[in-house]
């Protein structure tokens, strides 16, 4: 792994499930820089240095993004960071409590890198392959950096 900072961008609004994130990567000892949005305008904001919101630098690495949240939705944020190019090559893994088909195609038109239903258990693995393959994507993404 290269010296180069390799920051996580967390958009979730539920406080218990940012525990649970933060948690089960610190127990598969990933300790890279998690920053914390609790939606999807507030993300922006960090995203782009808006206003009194400093700008996480460098560009995260990976976002990990929860589709039902208050003010602005994952689905609605993810809308607006494919449209900038300084922001769109971001790989994007949606954390949510929904199994509702059109969110699962919301966010696959929106070249999402995987699609996760909560609660996050690395333990839980072998019952879904889709989290599987995500979560290794995900690993590899963070080990490559």
């Known amino acids: ?10 958009v979730e609004d539920d406080y218990l499930d940012i ?13 890279h820089p998690i ?10 904001s960090m995203l782009r240095g808006e206003g009194d919101t400093p700008k996480i630098s460098p560009a995260p690495s990976v976002i990990l993004l929860d589709i039902n949240m208050p003010k602005m939705n994952g689905i609605e944020f993810l809308t607006e960071l494919r449209r900038e190019p300084e922001f769109s090559h ?20 929106l070249n999402v890198s995987g699609y996760v239903v909560k609660p996050l258990s690395f333990d839980n693995f072998e019952k879904s392959h889709s989290s599987l393959d995500s ?7 963070i080990k490559m950096k």
Request: hydrophobic residues 45%; glycine residues 2%; charged residues 30%.
């Open 1 to 10: 792994m290269s010296d180069k900072t390799v920051n996580i961008l967390l």
């Open 90 to 109: 971001i790989p994007v893994f949606i954390m949510t409590t929904s199994n509702e088909e059109t969110d699962r195609m919301a966010a696959q038109r």
């Open 135 to 141: 979560f290794s994507l995900f690993l590899d993404l």
């Open 35 to 44: 920053h914390v949005a609790r939606n999807g305008r507030e993300a922006l």
């Open 19 to 31: 525990m649970n994130v933060e948690r089960e990567l610190k127990r598969i000892n990933i300790e």
